[in-house]
């Protein structure tokens, strides 16, 4: 197993109210980032890979820990780093 491998499946704590902010900032709906991840994806490997609406709706919420290659799908449906959509290690607590 590679080291990016090991990094891709290492669990991160998304900061939902982040995510659900910059959504908001574009004025899309769940379904509208669900779409846009999608697409990114689509442009970077040739693949339409997304997440499910629940696993959006639960990292949204609370802050659902996933895989950090899940985080990056995200970030890039909103066009950023994952760093800024990740919580700090001290609002984890």
Same mark, same amino acid.
């Not at 899309?28 to 693949?47: K, V, Y």
């Given at each position: 197993?590679?080291?990016?491998?090991?990094?891709?499946?290492?669990?991160?704590?998304?900061?939902?109210?982040?995510i659900?902010?910059r959504?908001?900032?574009?004025?899309?709906?769940?379904?509208?980032?669900?779409?846009?991840? =999608?697409r990114? *994806?689509?442009? &970077?490997? @040739?693949?339409?890979?997304?997440?499910?609406?629940?696993? #959006?709706?639960?990292? /949204?919420?609370r802050?659902?820990?996933?895989?950090? =290659?899940?985080? *990056?799908?995200? &970030?890039? @449906?909103l066009?950023?780093?994952?760093?800024?959509?990740? #919580?700090?290690?001290? /609002?984890?607590k």
């Amino acid at each position: 197993m590679t080291r990016s491998d090991i990094d891709d499946q290492r669990a991160v704590r998304p900061d939902g109210l982040a995510i659900r902010g910059r959504r908001h900032a574009r004025g899309w709906s769940p379904r509208d980032l669900l779409e846009a991840i =999608a697409r990114a *994806r689509h442009r &970077a490997t @040739g693949l339409r890979e997304t997440i499910s609406p629940s696993l #959006l709706r639960s990292i /949204e919420e609370r802050n659902e820990a996933v895989p950090f =290659a899940t985080l *990056r799908l995200v &970030a890039d @449906g909103l066009d950023c780093n994952p760093v800024e959509i990740t #919580l700090e290690e001290s /609002e984890r607590k």
